[in-house]
Nanobody
């Protein structure tokens, strides 16, 4: 089992920045990678960024050039640095760890961007 706890959400003005953290505990060695998703009210959950155990990263087109996913293996923590935030980035951001077809989820952290 893998447990995930997110932090770092909040209220920010458009153009501002936030850094989200996702601390992982449990059988960390078993996972293949980690992802950040987001879900806005009335919308489907959207994959925002992925980082694999090999360090490869991928981003949704909507956040490319603005968001950066990274990790600190010593702290078992994944980060999402979000710059140039827009009102449309407002959502609950949810951390995910995956191992083949198994998925583990955090509780989510709210990000609100005001115009």
């Amino acid at each position: 089992q893998v447990q995930l706890v997110e932090s770092g959400g909040g209220l920010v003005q458009a153009g501002g920045s936030l850094r989200l953290s996702c601390a992982a505990t449990g059988t960390i060695f078993s996972i293949n990678g980690m992802r950040w998703y987001r879900q806005a009210p009335g919308k489907q959950r959207e994959l925002v960024a992925t980082i694999t155990n090999g360090g490869s990263t991928n981003y949704a087109d909507s956040v490319k050039g603005r968001f950066t996913i990274s990790r600190d293996n010593a702290k078992n923590t994944v980060y999402l640095q979000m710059n140039s935030l827009k009102p449309e980035d407002t959502a609950v951001y949810i951390c995910n760890a995956y191992r083949y077809t198994n998925n583990y989820w955090g509780q989510g952290t709210q990000v609100t961007v005001s115009s």
